[in-house]
Each structure stands twice: as structure tokens, then as C-alpha cells.
């Protein structure tokens, strides 16, 4: 089995342990540590998409019919919460099978508002997008190099990022949470400590530019937005 393999494998065990049934959930304690950790992620998700609401609102208000791109989209919420925002024409692409089982009972059509695809190599056209937006996809590879290079040779205008900050005394909570009580250290998608000026060079060289860079409230989530040099 190669590595990619294995690491979607991973992925979709993820998934699929990510969606609970209600009789699961009922069965779940209240007062468990999972189910304080889960509520935990589920307040800092919410700080994440209000911080992306409002950058996307003050610096790029203008998109609406044009092309978005949402990789390693996942259960599907951020195309879904792209398309609420009035981003009709956002879609997305991600390896997990059963990640894309999910974004279809949510609506969305495979191979027509969802794609299975690999991120660092995927069949769009040169400058397809006017958006290319990613959540926390870069930390999970050894060698985001490639990956930075796809996203710069599909996007026409914007790369959106939203990565973890492993730095902060919050960042540092949650890797201690993911490596020991969630994913495990062992996975094969581990979260791999990068700071934010190692993307930011990466995209530098090829062409885009930094034009805005925010983070969350408990400063463990930054945003950064990237414009083109034409």
C-alpha cells in the first residue's frame, strides 16, 4: 500500500467515525471528555467561518458567479457555506470517498458540485478559478510545495488559506489534543508545524502576494489572502 494510499484510507475512517448516528450520540455521555473536546472544536469552527465571512465581505465582496474552488472540502460545509454566502458557483474536491458520501446526502452532486481528486495534481485548466480556497489542507503534508504550485497554476486572482497556528499557546492545546486524545500521532495524516512566512514565501514564489493576513480570537487559526501579480 503507498503512503497516498494508506493516508486515504486514514482519511476516510475520519470521516466516517466524524458522522455520528443519533443513537450514537445519544449513548454518548454529556459530561464525556470527547464530548467537551467535540464541543470546544465546534466553538472554534464557528470563530473560523465568522472570520471568513467578514475578510471575504471587506477584501473580495465582488465574487459571485465566478468560479470557487474548495479544496480538500471534506463533509462539504465550507462549499455549502460559500454557496450561502452567495458564492453559487464554489465546488470542491477531495480524496475520501466516504467525505464525498456525506457532501451527497447534504445535496451535493459528485462529479458535478464535488470531485474526487488528488489537490496536488488535479485536471483544471491553467487560471480557472477566481478563488482557490483551502482549511487546513497544507499542515498535513511533509511537502506542501507541490500542492502550493497546483493552487497557483489554477487560480486567476485569489489563494484563501486557513491554517492552524501551531504557535500559540491555543494552537499548542490542540496539537497536544489531536496527537493524545483524537487522531493519534500515529496517523497518517499528522498536523506537521509549519509558521505561517513558510507559506507565505511558497506563494510568493509563484506570484502572489500577501494582501491580507488575520486570526482567530484565541489566536489558533490564522487566514491568509494572496492576490495575483499580474
Not at 445519544?26 to 465571512?53: D, P
Amino acid at each position: 500500500m503507498t503512503v497516498e494510499d494508506k493516508a486515504c484510507r486514514q482519511w476516510d475512517e475520519y470521516w466516517r467515525e466524524d458522522v455520528e448516528s443519533n443513537a450514537e450520540k445519544e449513548r454518548r455521555k454529556i459530561f464525556s471528555l470527547v464530548s467537551f473536546i467535540k464541543i470546544a472544536e465546534n466553538i472554534m469552527k464557528y470563530g473560523r467561518y465568522r472570520l471568513i465571512r467578514r475578510t471575504l465581505k471587506e477584501y473580495i465582496p465582488h465574487l459571485t458567479n465566478e468560479p470557487v474552488l474548495d479544496i480538500g472540502c471534506g463533509l462539504g460545509r465550507t462549499v455549502l457555506f460559500f454557496r450561502k454566502l452567495g458564492l453559487k458557483s464554489t465546488i470542491g474536491i477531495d480524496w475520501s470517498v466516504e467525505g464525498l458520501k456525506v457532501c451527497e446526502e447534504k445535496g451535493l452532486d459528485i462529479n458535478k458540485d464535488v470531485f474526487r481528486m488528488d489537490c496536488r495534481n488535479t485536471s483544471f485548466k491553467d487560471n480557472y478559478f477566481k478563488l482557490v480556497f483551502s482549511e487546513g489542507i497544507l499542515e498535513h503534508y511533509r511537502d506542501f510545495f507541490p500542492l502550493v504550485k497546483e493552487m497557483s497554476r489554477i487560480s486567476n486572482e485569489y489563494i484563501y488559506v486557513l491554517q492552524p497556528n501551531h504557535f500559540s499557546l491555543c494552537g499548542k492545546l490542540r496539537v497536544f489534543v489531536l496527537n493524545n486524545m483524537l487522531k493519534g500521532s500515529n496517523e497518517s495524516f499528522p498536523e506537521l508545524s509549519y509558521r505561517m512566512e513558510e507559506f507565505i514565501e511558497s506563494f510568493n514564489k509563484f506570484g502572489f502576494r500577501l494582501i491580507m493576513q488575520k486570526h482567530t480570537t484565541l489566536n489558533n487559526y490564522a487566514v491568509l489572502l494572496f492576490k495575483k501579480c499580474h
